[in-house]
Structure formats: structure tokens, C-alpha cells
């Protein structure tokens, strides 16, 4: 266990439900992060919330819309998805996203979603 | 050009062989250098990270990086079939961005 956690660990939806993915950090950190990992392609970094507030949204299509009410709690959004958005949704939690090295990014088990 | 460089594999090698696991990445300004262990169906686990040009050990693994070079690479020693995982390699460039290769898959066999 990473401290981090993630809930639903499952879920298959239509492109017309509407859904929210949780993430849950027991680490006391302070930036958090959506990643998007599909079957043979790099880890796709979606958002970055530091301090609750978002540093980063890498390009995402708004059927996908980020939350986070605390630095302990991370919400995904998702509503009206396509099948290619069919993936791994990991969670990540690290220190804060100072310019520092030492600054090591902790993963959840993820969300395995299937768009039906 | 990738900005993190990883063959994809599958690498095998021989319970108790030295595995080595390579890296290249295009950022000259990137500064730190993390390993990943994934195992098939599980999120990433860190088992890695070297700031310094040089060699790093830990345990049965030893990561080595040459900025020259633009390289980072990871050795297992004594390698057990319970290391077959896929290894990610992620860099923080200069922007701070924490950039993944999309890994090689270890497969250790008896």
C-alpha cells in the first residue's frame, strides 16, 4: 500500500453516463495527479493540482473535468466518454510540485474503465 | 524523437542473470531520473531515483546515469522471476514534468 487510494478500482460505462473517479491521499502531500496509461504507451500526465489549486491540464477534452476540494482528495469527472477513452486512470500524490529533485510521485492501484 | 526512450522488450533473461534495463531521454536540462516497477495489472511502484552522474545501489539494483550521454539505465543482479514486471523510466525535465518511456517488460525465467 502507497497511501494511496483509488475507488472504484472497476467500472465500464456507456458514452452517455456520467461518472466520477475517486482518489484519496494519506500522505500528507500536497500536489496530486490524474494519469492516463493505455495498453503499450507511456503514462499520459492529464492534471496537476498543487495545493488544491490546478497547475496543469495537459490538453485534456473536457468530457474528462478534474476536483479537488482538499490536498487530500482528488476527484475525475467523466461524461460523455468514447470508447478510445477505454484506459488505466492512475492517481499520483507527491510532496508539492516545487522546482525540487527530491520530489518522488506516489501511485494509487488505479481505475481500470471500459467505455462501452 | 520520444522524450524518454525505452525498448519495449520483452527482455528475458535466466533466474540469477544480471538484467539490464536501458534509458535515453532528449531533455539536456533534465536532473532527476526515477525507475518504475509495474507489475501486470498493478500501478507503478518505485524502486529507484539518482540525481548524480554515476552509480547508484541499492539492494540487488543499481541505477546508472550519464548526462553526457543523455542515458539512465537500471542493472538487477541475481535476478528472480519475481522481478518480471514492466520497468518504467521517468524524467523530470526542465519544466518540472515528471515524463514516462512507455517501459520494457522483464521476464525472468527459471
Known amino acids: 500500500e502507497t497511501g494511496v487510494t483509488q475507488t472504484p478500482r472497476h467500472l465500464v460505462m456507456g458514452m452517455t453516463n456520467k461518472k466520477s473517479l475517486k482518489c484519496e491521499q494519506h500522505?500528507?502531500?500536497?500536489?496530486m495527479y490524474w494519469y492516463k496509461q493505455s495498453a503499450k504507451k507511456p503514462l499520459e500526465l492529464m492534471f496537476v493540482y498543487n495545493f488544491k489549486e490546478q497547475t496543469e491540464n495537459n490538453s485534456v477534452p473536457s468530457r474528462f473535468s478534474p476536483e479537488c476540494p482538499n490536498s487530500s482528495h482528488l476527484f475525475l469527472h467523466l461524461h460523455t466518454l468514447q470508447p478510445e477513452d477505454s484506459a488505466l486512470y492512475l492517481c499520483a500524490s507527491s510532496q508539492d510540485q516545487a522546482r525540487t529533485q527530491y520530489n518522488e510521485q506516489f501511485f494509487g492501484p488505479g481505475t481500470r474503465l471500459t467505455v462501452l | 524523437q520520444k522524450e524518454v526512450e525505452q525498448n519495449s522488450g520483452p527482455l528475458s533473461v535466466p533466474e540469477g542473470a544480471i538484467a539490464s534495463l536501458n534509458c535515453t531521454y532528449s531533455d539536456r536540462g533534465s536532473q532527476s531520473f526515477f525507475w518504475y516497477r509495474q507489475y501486470s495489472g498493478k500501478s507503478p511502484e518505485l524502486i529507484m531515483f539518482i540525481y548524480s552522474n554515476g552509480d547508484k545501489e541499492d539492494g540487488r539494483f543499481t541505477a546508472q546515469l550519464n548526462k553526457a550521454s543523455q542515458y539512465v539505465s537500471l542493472l538487477i543482479r541475481d535476478s528472480q522471476p519475481s522481478d518480471s514486471a514492466t520497468y518504467l523510466c521517468?524524467?523530470?525535465?526542465?519544466?518540472?514534468?515528471?515524463?514516462f518511456g512507455a517501459g520494457t517488460r522483464l521476464a525472468v525465467h527459471p
Open positions: 521517468a524524467v523530470r525535465g526542465s519544466y518540472n514534468k515528471l515524463i
Open positions: 500522505l500528507g502531500h500536497n500536489a
